[in-house]
């Protein structure tokens, strides 16, 4: 069975740092693309950034581009997301997504971001 | 910047089949996927690559593409598929704005 537990997430003050963990079981994460998505509070979905199973491709959307960085680790089957200057409209639920082609095939249970001073 | 547009609700009847649309430029070169969010949880992928449903999907879910507009047709619809629905295209990374399903 797919898992997806993310972690580190909490209350931060704007211009702020957060790094997002999330821990993958149940399938062979090193060959897995790997995603994270986000919802601020009322709203829609929105694709954050993704990363290929062996960390050499890495996409971000625009407006986090230059202050988030993804990575993984897969020797402990571990997603993150190093998220710097914090702004109030990056709050939101943060999940972790394993992709398959052309989508995302399983979600975990969210971690969420707070920026507010 | 790339769009995909959804009504906002959609209201059927218990048993009545509801269809959700989702639009965007080109999309009938690229693959959609359509996710199911109900209050408080995660997301669940109910089809991909247009017309295809992960095991453990109800059949009462299907997907279908004509042109630019892909949708979401729920046959049979049943109190526990009220929910907020989202396609995606991945080309693009980008989801439409969800359409919230009342069954009434």
């Known amino acids: 069975e797919v898992q997806l537990v993310e972690s580190g997430g909490g209350l931060v003050q704007p211009g702020g740092s957060l790094r997002l963990s999330c821990a993958a079981s149940g399938f062979t994460f090193s060959s897995s693309w790997m995603s994270w998505v986000r919802q601020a509070p009322g709203k829609g979905l929105e694709w954050v950034a993704n990363i290929k199973g062996d960390a050499s491709q890495k996409y971000y959307v625009a407006s986090v581009r230059g202050r988030f960085t993804i990575s993984r680790d897969n020797a402990n089957n571990s997603l993150y997301l190093q998220m710097n200057s914090l702004r109030a409209d990056d709050t939101a639920i943060y999940y972790c997504a394993r992709e398959i082609t052309a989508g995302i095939g399983y979600w975990g249970q969210g971690t969420l971001v707070s920026v507010s001073s | 910047s790339y769009e995909l547009t959804q009504p906002p609700s959609v209201s059927v009847s218990p048993g009545q089949t509801a269809s959700i649309t989702c639009s965007g430029d080109?999309?009938?070169?690229?693959?959609a996927s359509w996710y199911q969010q109900k209050p408080g949880q995660s997301p669940v992928l109910v089809i991909y690559?247009?017309?295809k449903r992960p095991s453990g999907i109800p059949e009462r879910f299907s997907g279908s593409k004509s042109g630019n507009t892909a949708t979401l047709t729920v046959s049979g619809t049943q109190a526990m598929d009220e929910a907020d629905y989202y396609c995606?295209?991945?080309?693009?990374?980008?989801f439409g704005g969800g359409t919230k399903l009342s069954v009434l």
């Open positions: 995606l295209t991945w080309d693009n990374k980008v």
């Open positions: 080109k999309l009938g070169d690229k693959y």
């Open positions: 690559q247009d017309t």
